[in-house]
């Protein structure tokens, strides 16, 4: 486990960090609290440079024999808007209170950096040990909806499952959505869910009809199981490919390169190719994953055109027409277009043999 050379006896690791430490996983990050307020207790430190502090959150970030540390006070949360942000309530409150506002009880734990200590007021280590996910309150999701996905998340990293009662409170919460919620906040959770490329993920939300969150809508598990041609041909947007099947994702906030994707793919699904010049054209000109998402729909003509032909290229250029004494004009692109038709019956073909394409071409037009 990364450690930090920082001690206290009011200073703890807490969430994620202290349950990849438990799990025998590594951390992404270390997230530190301290019992009281975080800001004075830095101000007393006499090695601690202060680089940053965010006053009404309580946080700070210092550098400590070499090391960038952040470290947050205790605070206390509540929603008054449900399904948006919370509110800070109190910082410098208790451990307990800090640790009640967390969503899992493998997520609410700490750990003492002076002696190792674990601190486990919700039996945390029970559901370690059990692979449980366990909501700390009943009115969890109702507060907070991307904790449904939080949990998806969680179960699909570390193979854990919704302990009975929280599995009951979520369909609650499904049947019975509050659609005034933070799409913000629920596309985060949406990205880092299907960033993993989980096929069992996508059937989870499926099934238990999560996708219900974004907006009421119908869908079906497609048939194409996408994780392998995601991993073999990493396009950028992993999450997307998945969402983006969804009927209506409209309440997400889509950036300009993101809504792209999904309208390219709605153009695509509803064509019909005629050859293989039409798949080129059309395949070649969309974003990655706006072609994998068209596998669900029509998988051998994304199969030929990942695997035969998206890498087929014509030699010639402009240039070598010119050497042929032609003129710059949109005749241009007709031959480079007829060449690249005969390319993809023969991709063998070599340049001389293009150039002699062209000669004949020039005949006729
Ligand atoms: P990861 O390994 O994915 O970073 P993490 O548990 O560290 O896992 P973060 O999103 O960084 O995840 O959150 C840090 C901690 O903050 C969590 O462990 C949890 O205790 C708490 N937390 C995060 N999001 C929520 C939420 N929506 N509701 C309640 N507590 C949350």
Redesign the pocket.
């Known amino acids: 486990m990364n450690t930090v050379s920082l001690r206290d006896k009011n200073l703890f690791y807490?969430?994620?960090?202290v349950?990849?430490k438990l799990l025998g996983k590594d951390?992404?990050?270390i997230?530190l609290t301290y019992s009281g307020n975080a800001v004075e207790f830095v101000k007393n430190l006499p090695d601690a440079q202060i680089l940053q502090i965010n006053e009404p959150f309580g946080t700070v970030k210092i550098k400590f024999e070499g090391e960038e540390i952040d470290i947050a006070s205790t605070r206390s949360e509540t929603y008054p808007q449900k399904g948006h942000l919370?509110v800070v309530q109190n910082i410098g409150c208790s451990l307990k209170e800090d640790i009640l506002?967390?969503?899992?009880t493998i997520?609410?734990m700490a750990m003492s950096t002076l002696d190792g200590e674990i601190i486990d007021y919700v039996n945390g280590l029970e559901d370690i040990k059990n692979k449980k996910l366990r909501i700390l309150h009943s009115d969890?999701f109702i507060?907070?909806p991307?904790?449904i996905l939080?949990g998806l998340?969680?179960a699909v990293?570390f193979d854990f499952e919704l302990e009975e009662e929280t599995k009951k409170l979520q369909e609650d919460y499904l049947n019975n959505i509050n659609y005034d919620m933070s799409y913000k906040?629920l596309k985060k959770?949406l990205a880092?869910t299907f960033n993993l490329n989980s096929w069992r993920a996508f059937e989870i939300f499926t099934n238990e009809k999560m996708y219900t969150l974004l907006a009421p809508q119908e869908f079906e598990l497609p048939k194409i199981n996408l994780e392998p041609i995601i991993s073999k041909y990493n396009p950028e947007n992993i999450w997307l490919i998945y969402v983006g099947l969804l009927e209506d994702i409209s309440s997400l906030p889509l950036t300009k390169q993101e809504k792209n994707i999904v309208e390219s793919y709605n153009y695509l699904k509803n064509k019909h190719f005629e050859d293989d010049f039409s798949i080129f054209s059309e395949l070649n000109n969309a974003p990655l994953e706006a072609v994998i998402m068209l596998a669900t729909k029509d998988y051998d003509t994304v199969k030929k055109y990942l695997t035969k032909l998206k890498d087929i290229k014509i030699s010639i250029t402009g240039k070598d027409l010119i050497t042929l004494g032609l003129t710059p004009s949109p005749k241009f692109q007709e031959i480079f277009d007829y060449v690249l038709k005969e390319k993809l019956k023969n991709p063998e073909l070599t340049k001389a043999q293009e150039l002699e394409l062209v000669k004949n071409k020039i005949k006729v037009i």
């Open positions: 807490i969430g994620g960090v349950r990849d951390s992404f990050d997230d919370p506002r967390r969503d899992f997520n609410a969890s507060d907070d991307t904790r939080r998340k969680f990293r906040r959770e880092e």
